[in-house]
């Protein structure tokens, strides 16, 4: 009888271990991808926006999804380089439970569509008029992505562009897609 006993806890140590290592992993992530934890736990501020087509996207509507917000402006540099590896990473994860919103305050309808022409992306943008979500996700620099668990709360903020495309970008988010809802 000391023999499955022995299994048992040669199992659990085993299981301990690995989800000792796959936490580590999640960690060095965040600091390899410069992505600060520093509100991880809070929940989203919530917002209603309309698209550029005029539908209206609730913030409540994505619970239970990993979401990504890109905050960022046509005038933006920075966020003109970051906007094809956006369009890429959307196409690569739009079958799973991931959703990319970007969100800008520029108000100019047809500057914002010559824009995403320019750099041949097909993205969800979103108008913040008033910046007031801007504002409540204190977006006071671009590109800023903000990153929301499947239970609403921020998981992370990445200031500036990110290459968010790459194969270690895509297996770092899947991992994200992987964790239960709390």
């Not at 271990?17 to 390899?32: C, G, H, P």
Request: glycine content about 4%; overall charge neutral; aromatic content about 6%.
């Amino acid at each position: 009888m000391r023999l499955p006993s022995a299994w048992i806890i040669l199992c659990c140590v085993l299981v301990m271990t690995l989800l000792s290592v796959e936490k580590s992993r999640a960690s060095s992530d965040f600091e390899n991808f410069h992505i600060s934890r520093e509100q991880a736990g809070t929940p989203m501020p919530s917002f209603e926006l309309k698209t550029l087509q005029g539908t209206v996207i609730r913030s409540a509507s994505l619970k239970g999804r990993l979401v990504l917000l890109n905050f960022w402006a046509t005038w933006c540099g920075p966020c003109k380089d970051e906007m094809p590896a956006l369009g890429r990473l959307q196409e690569r994860l739009h079958d799973e439970d991931f959703q990319l919103l970007t969100i800008t305050s520029d108000l100019q309808a047809k500057a914002i569509r010559a824009f995403l022409s320019m750099v041949n992306v097909d993205i969800p943008v979103l108008l913040d008029e008033t910046q007031a979500v801007s504002n409540a996700y204190m977006a006071r620099a671009l590109p800023l992505s903000v990153l929301i668990g499947k239970d609403g709360r921020m998981i992370g903020r990445a200031m500036g562009p990110r290459d968010w495309d790459s194969p270690s970008m895509i297996a770092f988010i899947q991992r994200l897609l992987r964790e239960p809802a709390q």
